[in-house]
């Protein structure tokens, strides 16, 4: 065992170059804050409600919080930090900018947890129990969340730029990524899953729709009359922060995404190469785009199993998700 955690943490050193991940520093519990802070979860739960019910899409945006944050130095609220003149901000990383969004909704949840315990909840914890709040109230799956992380005192945009997969990738990079976190094929093709829910922009499928792979082809993996639709949305030079569904259902936690995958409806390349680019995951697709029951499953497993990743650094509870506690003291 001991050689085992050595062997990844010099696969995970290696590949981050920055901070050990899944190496955990604090314990997380269900329950977590039963005594400190009661109501924290009905707290969340009532403000997300909130948000979705003013923005439905709010809810998708909330829970890709939880990826981004998660993979880059673990789950310690480090994409939610404002940039400073010291420090560049995640949110300005490339796969963030123009396009993580809802950060408004997480300062509302904030708020309304300061105003019943003061400096308790923590901001990571808050992303968590966001996340698996939207995926309930859009229909999908429910569970318990093991809480008790800790914020991050810094963030890292370098890191974020090195992990974060582009929307271009293909199923054997995606792989690579994923068993850098001990994420297994199943594991990534059920959190794919997540983009059940969602909107993704032009920009992002520009290329398969008119240069894949620099051919100057389409991406050959699309329904033509799917094509269409999306050449229609996103012609050569349009708008790129126009918006289109991830899946033909994106307010709805469900497997259409994954039916879609297998009609070669698949919204971004990442998406649709793990039906046409890979034998391993298509098999996985197939299974779930059959069995609801199966992907909410396996999402869930997923979901608690990148829950887990934390850097060994310790950490503080912001009072802030924005800044540090040590910057709102100067004032
Ligand atoms: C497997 C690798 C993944 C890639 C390459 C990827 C990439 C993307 C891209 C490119 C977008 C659209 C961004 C834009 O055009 O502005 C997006 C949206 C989204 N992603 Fe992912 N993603 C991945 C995995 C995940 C995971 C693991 C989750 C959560 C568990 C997630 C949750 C979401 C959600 C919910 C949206 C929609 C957000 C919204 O509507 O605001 N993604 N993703
Ligand atoms: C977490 O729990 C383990 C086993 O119960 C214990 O040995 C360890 O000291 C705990 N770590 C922290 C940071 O509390
Ligand atoms: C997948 O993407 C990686 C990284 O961009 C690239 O090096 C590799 O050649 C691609 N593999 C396939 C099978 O297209
Ligand atoms: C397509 O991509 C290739 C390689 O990235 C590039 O050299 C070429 O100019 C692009 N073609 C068009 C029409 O944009
Ligand atoms: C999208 O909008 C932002 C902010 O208005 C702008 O800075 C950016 O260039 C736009 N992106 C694209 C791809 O058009």
């Not at 901001?123 to 969340?145: F, K, N, T």
Request: proline share 5%; aromatic share 8%.
């Amino acid at each position: 065992m001991p050689r085992l955690l050595t062997l990844l943490l010099f696969s995970l050193s290696s590949f981050l170059g920055a901070d050990v991940v899944t190496l955990a520093a604090t314990n997380l519990s269900v329950g977590y804050y039963s005594k400190t802070c009661p109501d924290a979860e009905l707290v969340v739960r009532g403000a997300i409600q909130a948000a979705m019910a003013r923005e439905p899409r709010s809810g998708a945006s909330v829970m890709r919080l939880q990826f981004h944050d998660c993979f880059v130095n673990g789950c310690d609220a480090s994409v939610l930090l404002d940039a400073t003149p010291n420090m560049p901000g995640e949110k300005q990383a490339l796969s963030n900018i123009n396009s993580l969004r809802s950060f408004e909704v997480i300062d509302e949840v904030k708020a309304a947890l300061e105003r019943k315990c003061p400096g308790v909840v923590s901001c990571a914890d808050i992303i968590v129990m966001a996340a698996r709040d939207a995926v309930v109230l859009s229909g999908g799956p429910e569970w318990d969340v093991r809480l008790g992380r800790e914020d991050s005192l810094t963030a890292s945009q370098e890191d974020s730029n090195d992990i974060m997969p582009s929307p271009r990738a293909n199923a054997t990079s995606l792989l690579s990524l994923f068993s850098q976190f001990n994420l297994t094929p199943v594991d990534l093709v059920a959190l794919s899953g997540s983009h059940s829910i969602g909107r993704g922009r032009c920009f992002s499928i520009v290329f398969r729709l008119y240069n894949q792979s620099g051919t100057g082809r389409p991406d050959p993996n699309m329904d033509p009359e799917y094509r269409e639709k999306l050449d229609e949305l996103c012609p050569i030079g349009g708008d790129g922060n126009v918006t289109g569904g991830l899946d033909a259902t994106p307010t709805v936690f469900d497997n259409q995404y994954f039916k879609d995958l297998v009609q070669l409806r698949g919204f971004l390349n990442s998406d649709q190469t793990l039906y046409s680019g890979c034998e391993r995951t298509k098999r996985v697709v197939e299974k779930f785009s059959k069995d609801q029951g199966a992907f909410f499953r396996a999402f869930v497993d997923g979901m608690i199993r990148m829950g887990e990743l934390q850097s060994e650094r310790r950490g503080e509870i912001r009072r802030n998700c924005r800044v540090v506690n040590a910057a709102l003291s100067e004032f």
